[in-house]
């Protein structure tokens, strides 16, 4: 009996945050339609991604709702003084929310620097599963072990890696890679299990509230991939009745959810299937389980580069950007990466171009322009 | 069954008591012998009759009843012999073989893309075993037997997961890492379906077995008390015999008594010696190979799992009180804990030296193992990937080898154990070889003898 009503309350529990949700979500909407009484919905426009986030990022605190109101029309005008104060309060641009940057040493730094022996490694999470950004490339004949090599990491993110190392540590391979599933990130930053986390990580206002992070270092977008025959055409109606995968704990998945629920993506539209990397997608893609993927566009691509039968349909639908992961407290950490970026942007030889050119440019079209993060703002004071 | 039995036997004498037989104008048949019964008992020669008759139906009785309950026990016997426990060690290989496959798959991908041509031949050896044992299970069992769904599910799960396989290898082989995506959800599938099941068919199996030696060793009571009755009916015989005609042997009487034991020793000293044979077979055989078996699965996993911590590289975790440790890693040791105490476990049971050697050696290499083992993680934990994997996979000094070892010495151990089995049950089987017919036969001539001792004493009233 007693049972019984327990788990009579644990199922309203779930209902009322579902309900608080949904409520906030619709008074957003509906004040968002009242004050701007513009036509253009954010779906379309690939800008619009902040918003997206904030409006996530609301839902989730009710009482904040009112407050989302003006976001649609700062979006689409970010970065003005005014609004700087507010935004660190509720949180539109997340990608600026971050700390200046600085050479100099901190407690973070000193505890990494003085680990005994050959434990003084930077410890990162990274994937060992995203083609050309970090993974395992088995042909390689790196690590001269004689038994075939190959298991050394390679991509874009383990670049930055080794950079970071260079530059804390004196030694670019002085890195203890940790292979983290994409829900795991932010447990294994909070818990100490790593001390970065260089994992094409989109920041958002939500992760914020965990983590710190660095100022944005790559520019993408949630794309829908699918097989070239499939008469999917992008984010659109003609996902109804399809069968989409997700990575657990992505942001792509975070989008599905709400734009299923307001609407903009049809109700038929099954998300049920989440796995724990997103290039488990590509696997269930091709065994006909899921009819297509959203993932971001970088990653999307990626996958594509694996397989010519399936390619990216439609446009971006949100714009994110990929950021450096530390601890929340680690602002002496935050400081050095965010220097360690605007050094690695600025090399020409060995910097970020190069690390496009040599990972990315074969998967994305040669043009990186479009992948190029913003310059860098920092309005997180501390 | 044993009430039928005895009243059946004893009819003739409780017949005459029953029947009213008031005088109705038609008697029936049966009033009519009943009658006549009456009649024959109260003269001499009646009784001889009546008790010849008996004598004769009893020592059949007891023969016939010696044939059945030993064709029911030897074949029990033969069934543990030829067909239960073969089946129960086929299901082992099935796990083992399954299990041994995807080791070798995962050591493979950790390999990278050239793949050596022994964890190949290895994989494939998994593949192949599983697939001819699998095609024995089914043969043996019966369309409705619990393992039959088992054995049909790992049939069709077999086939989908080579090809998830081949296709991580394919994909590996290009340099794509959607063939790591692959090997973790053909693994999934080894881990969540495909080992369970084999794990059931093993459990359903070993029932079997249990139950067959359930049915080969409990005593032939129902035999043994009609011997004793019928050797208790021909001494009575003999004594009003001697007390009525002051002659010692009758040489009919005799001929019965002596088949009457010879059957009932033979029953009993067959029966003993087939029954030790068989708790023998169990004790030293069985139950070894049990031990060893769940020994070698469980070093099985603790290799799988000791590759999956290189392959997964950190990606799985598990909270184990207040601190999070590498879920694979946490179940390798836990592994090993098994395999240690199943070791402990088998030596105990190894009852002579060739069957304690192999034992002692493999938990030799299992220490050996566990020092290697913690000095690769020790290099993981400081970041030393590469060193650690020379460690686990690389060309010498290796856990791999030490894993090789623990696994070719319970192979010994476990081919030693079968020997031992085989042949302690089949001197149990053997020891009851002959007797169904000859107790019928003895029956037959001891029944004859009886009638004939008795007739020639009734042939003196003629």
Known sequence: MLNKARRMRAGLRGWGGVGAMFTACALALLLALLLTCTGSTARTTPDAAPAADTGSNTARNAPNAPNAAPRPGTAHAPGTMAGAAAEAEDCTAPEKQTLSPSDADGPAIEAIKNRPGEKRKLIVGVDQNSYRWGYRNPNSDAGGSGNGGGTRLEGFDIDLVHRIAEDILGDPDAVQFKAIPTAQRIPAIQSGRVDLVVRTMTITCDRLKDVAFSAPYFKTGQQVLAPKTSPVTGYDETLADRRICTAKGSTAYAKLEEDRKSGDLPASTDISTQVPNQLDCLVRLQLGEVDAVVNDGALAASQAAQDPTVELKGDAFTTEYYGVAMKKDADDLVRRVNQILVDWRKDTKNGWQASYDTWLSATLAGDSSKSEPPAPEYLRKS | ?462
């Open chain 2, 1 to 462: 069954m044993t009430l039928t039995q005895t009243r059946s036997a004893e009819a003739p004498p409780a017949a005459p008591a029953e029947p009213p037989a008031p005088t109705p104008p038609r008697r029936t048949a049966f009033a009519e012998g009943a009658d006549r019964l009456r009649h024959a008992a109260t003269t001499e020669p009646g009784r001889l009759r009546i008790i010849g008759a008996l004598l004769a139906a009893l020592v059949l009785g007891f023969g016939a009843v010696t044939a059945w309950e030993t064709t029911d026990r030897a074949s029990a016997a033969d069934d543990v012999l030829t067909s239960s426990q073969p089946l129960s060690s086929d299901a082992a290989d099935i796990y083992r073989s399954l299990a041994d496959a995807n080791t070798a798959a995962s050591s493979g991908f950790l390999a990278g893309g050239q793949e050596t041509a022994e964890s190949r031949a290895r994989y494939e050896k998994g593949i192949r075993t599983a697939a001819d044992k699998l095609v024995t299970a089914a043969a043996n069992a019966d369309p409705d037997s619990p393992s039959t769904p088992t054995i049909s599910k790992l049939n069709r799960l077999l086939p989908e997961y080579k090809g998830l396989v081949e296709r991580a290898r394919t994909y590996n082989r290009q340099g794509f890492p959607v063939g790591g995506a692959y090997l973790r959800y053909a693994n999934e599938k080894m881990q969540q379906e495909m080992l369970p099941a084999a794990e059931d068919l093993y459990t359903k199996e070993n029932q079997r077995l249990r139950s067959d030696y359930g049915r080969a060793t409990p005593y032939p009571w129902l035999a043994i008390a009609l011997g004793t009755a019928a050797l208790a009916a021909l001494a009575w015989a003999q004594r009003r015999n001697y007390l009525r005609t002051n002659r010692i042997l009758n040489h009919g009487l005799v001929a019965a008594t002596v088949t009457t034991t010879a059957v009932l020793l033979w029953l009993l000293v067959g029966h003993t010696l087939a029954r030790s044979g068989l708790n023998d077979s169990h004790d030293h055989g069985v139950r070894s190979l049990t031990v060893l078996n769940d020994a070698r699965i469980a070093s099985l996993k603790a290799r799988g799992n000791e590759n999956l911590t290189l392959v997964a590289r950190g990606a799985e975790t598990r909270k184990v009180g207040d601190e999070t440790v590498d879920a694979y890693d946490y179940d390798f040791e836990r592994n090993m804990d098994t395999l240690a105490k199943g070791l402990t476990h088998a030596r105990r049971l190894a009852d002579d030296s060739t069957g304690e050697k192999p034992v002692a050696a493999a938990v030799g290499n299992m220490t050996e193992w566990q020092k290697r083992h913690d000095a690769a993680r020790k290099q993981d934990d400081n970041g030393n990937y590469q060193q650690a994997l020379n460690m686990v996979i690389g060309p010498r000094g290796t856990t791999g080898e030490c894993f090789d070892n623990v696994d070719a010495n319970l192979a010994t151990a476990l081919k030693h154990e079968q020997n031992e089995f085989k042949s302690a049950a089949t001197d149990g089987r053997d020891a009851l070889t002959g007797l169904p017919v000859g107790a019928a036969v003895l029956a037959v001539i001891g029944a004859l003898g009886a009638v004939l001792g008795i007739g020639r004493r009734l042939s003196e009233y003629r």
